[in-house]
T-cell receptor, first 116, second 115 residues
Framework: AQSVAQPEDQVNVAEGNPLTVKCTYSVSGNPYLFWYVQYPNRGLQFLLKYITGDNLVKGSYGFEAEFNKSQTSFHLKKPSALVSDSALYFCAVRGQNAGNNRKLIWGLGTSLAVNP | NAGVTQTPKFRVLKTGQSMTLLCAQDMNHEYMYWYRQDPGMGLRLIHYSVGEGTTAKGEVPDGYNVSRLKKQNFLLGLESAAPSQTSVYFC??????????????FGPGTRLTVT
């Protein structure tokens, strides 16, 4: 079965330090992987995606993510965290089976807190 | 562009009442989605539509109905509200195209409380 796991409910990091939000997935075949961010009391916003090509994907607001096929991971990273990065982050993978191939399968989210 | 808008932003219903949530998008997107977000449950897909006049069930469709009579609008109906439907509801839309159809644009959400 296809699934996405975000093993950390919460990540705390000091402003200026690098941050990593983890995501692992389970799919058959080649995955399409996505990161979204949700700021308080707002809808989700698309950050970046991996479909094919370079394993390091760059996205909005200085975020990047590294696709690692052998570890089935797609961790979100940023070299220097800002307080304004504090938000809820969701990893998602494209559904592949008949019936869900136009949908995203979502992780449960990781709350990122960047401390000043 | 307004993007994806949702009406209303807040609503309180009594058990058994009905209501309709309206989602509108001005990006000419083919696909539209209704999700609910609950603490600890992440996002769960209620219903979705891949084009005008078509709808399909998501993972938690019971107690909800939808309609997509116009390409830009996607309505979510609750016929007889229950406390278990207390949630934040998000509408999203996405364009057609390989990979692009998974780049979903979300509305600001509707916070619904059923007492």
């Amino acid at each position: 079965a296809q699934s996405v796991a975000q093993p950390e409910d919460q990540v705390n990091v000091a402003e200026g330090n690098p941050l990593t939000v983890k995501c692992t997935y389970s799919v058959s075949g080649n995955p399409y992987l996505f990161w979204y961010v949700q700021y308080p009391n707002r809808g989700l916003q698309f950050l970046l995606k991996y479909i094919t090509g370079d394993n390091l994907v760059k996205g909005s607001y200085g975020f990047e993510a590294e696709f690692n096929k052998s570890q089935t991971s797609f961790h979100l990273k940023k070299p220097s965290a800002l307080v304004s990065d504090s938000a809820l982050y969701f990893c998602a993978v494209r559904g592949q089976n008949a019936g869900n191939n136009r949908k995203l399968i979502w992780g449960l989210g990781t709350s990122l807190a960047v401390n000043p | 562009n307004a993007g994806v808008t949702q009406t209303p932003k807040f609503r309180v219903l009594k058990t058994g009442q009905s209501m309709t949530l309206l989602c509108a998008q001005d990006m000419n997107h083919e696909y539209m989605y209704w999700y609910r977000q609950d603490p600890g449950m992440g996002l769960r897909l209620i219903h979705y539509s891949v084009g005008e006049g078509t709808t399909a069930k998501g993972e938690v469709p019971d107690g909800y109905n939808v309609s997509r009579l116009k390409k830009q609008n996607f309505l979510l109906g609750l016929e007889s509200a229950a406390p278990s439907q207390t949630s934040v509801y998000f509408c999203a839309s996405s364009p057609r195209g390989q990979g692009k159809n998974y780049e979903q644009y979300f509305g600001p959400g509707t916070r619904l409380t059923v007492t």
